[in-house]
């Protein structure tokens, strides 16, 4: 089993380009969510899915948009980067409300 | 809506001494609570969780929390630290009826030889 995986693992965008960070798990979770961290900010929900084709908006959504077309794959699009989206971001999966959340090793993100 | 706030941002603490990570939380439905530990340039893992029944949760590496349903709190502890529990530790709640996980923003705990 790999857990969960992200790629890249480091980025540098320019202010207005777009890309895709990518997450997979391969425990079968139905529950996968996007994460950011920020310094004494914690982590913050961007987006979350309870399964394929299901998708809602967490506590920081914008300027974010998500897909769940398969149960392994969960990426997470920046369609306009801007310098508030540097960051931390974490990938996690959990096979259901209640149970452990089991997260990627990060993808490092700056925005110029 | 739901929210957590960790008391302390950081705590220092000497090898072997106990220590307390204090986590308050505020939510109008019944939740679940954990805490998670990140080590430096890691992703986050499982210390331990409450969902229900004993109030007192043992995790792993020799951590406790206690869910106080009156003070809404859940503080965790550890009797005697290691150089290697250095860390940053999240208290986190989540609704039992939907799926949003709601972090606190973080403590981080150096201990010192």
């Known amino acids: 089993n790999a857990g969960v995986t992200q790629t890249p693992k480091f980025q540098v965008l320019k202010t207005g380009q777009s890309m895709t960070l990518q997450c997979a798990q391969d425990m079968n979770h139905e529950y996968m969510s996007w994460y950011r961290q920020d310094p004494g900010m914690g982590l913050r929900l961007i987006h979350y899915?309870?399964?394929?084709?299901?998708?809602d908006q967490g506590e920081v959504p914008n300027g974010y948009n998500v897909s769940r077309s398969t149960t392994e794959d969960f990426p997470l699009r920046l369609l306009s980067a801007a310098p508030s989206q540097t960051s931390v971001y974490f990938c996690?999966?959990?096979?259901?409300?209640?149970?452990?959340?089991?997260f990627g090793p990060g993808t490092r993100l700056t925005v110029t | 809506a739901q929210s957590v706030t960790q008391l302390d941002s950081q705590v220092p603490v000497f090898e072997e001494a106990p220590v307390e990570l204090r986590c308050n939380y505020s939510?109008?439905?019944?939740?679940?609570l954990f805490w998670y530990v990140q080590y430096p340039n890691q992703g986050l893992q499982l210390l331990l969780k409450y969902l229900s029944g004993s109030t007192l949760v043992k995790g792993i590496n020799g951590f406790e929390a206690e869910f106080n349903k009156s003070q809404t709190s859940f503080h965790l502890r550890k009797p005697s630290v290691h150089i290697s529990d250095t860390a940053e530790y999240f208290c986190a709640v989540q609704s039992t009826s939907y799926g949003k996980l709601t972090f606190g923003q973080g403590t981080i705990l150096t201990v010192h030889p």
């Open positions: 939510s109008s439905v019944s939740v679940y």
């Open positions: 899915s309870v399964g394929a084709g299901i998708t």
């Open positions: 996690a999966s959990a096979q259901g409300l209640s149970y452990e959340q089991y």
